[in-house]
């Protein structure tokens, strides 16, 4: 069965860190794409970052660039989120996603119609 599980997220005060981890079972993550998105309650669902199968190609959001990495390890099957810099307004369900495409360009990471499986979802909570 094809799975992906998201883990790191926490409560955390602004000017925090948080490493979110997307990790795969039941398929191989080397040839998908993987986006993160973000949904806050009451609101609509974000794209944040995506990196394409390489690892050679990223897309953020402005609304994290500058504050946040994406990174994955194909050997571990895993997707990684670094987030520094945390703000109040970060705090939402992070969610992993894999999409079959190899790579989508900065029109296409954040929609959600491109990616063919989901996670159930971390969550991210920026509060003193």
């Known amino acids: 069965q094809l799975q992906l599980v998201e883990s790191g997220g926490g409560l955390v005060q602004p000017g925090g860190s948080l490493r979110l981890s997307c990790a795969a079972s039941?398929?191989?993550?080397?040839?998908?794409?993987i986006g993160w998105f973000r949904q806050a309650p009451g609101k609509g669902r974000e794209g944040v970052s995506s990196i394409s199968s390489s690892g050679l190609s990223t897309n953020y959001a402005h609304s994290v660039k500058g504050r946040f990495t994406i990174s994955r390890d194909n050997a571990k099957n895993t997707v990684y989120l670094q987030m520094n810099s945390l703000k109040p307004e970060d705090t939402a369900g992070y969610f992993c996603?894999?999409?079959?495409?190899?790579?989508?360009?900065?029109?296409?990471?954040?929609?959600?119609?491109?990616?063919?499986?989901w996670g159930q979802g971390t969550q991210v909570t920026v509060s003193a």
């Open positions: 039941g398929f191989s993550l080397n040839t998908y794409t």
């Open positions: 996603a894999a999409s079959t495409y190899s790579k989508l360009d900065v029109n296409l990471y954040s929609l959600s119609t491109m990616y063919h499986y």
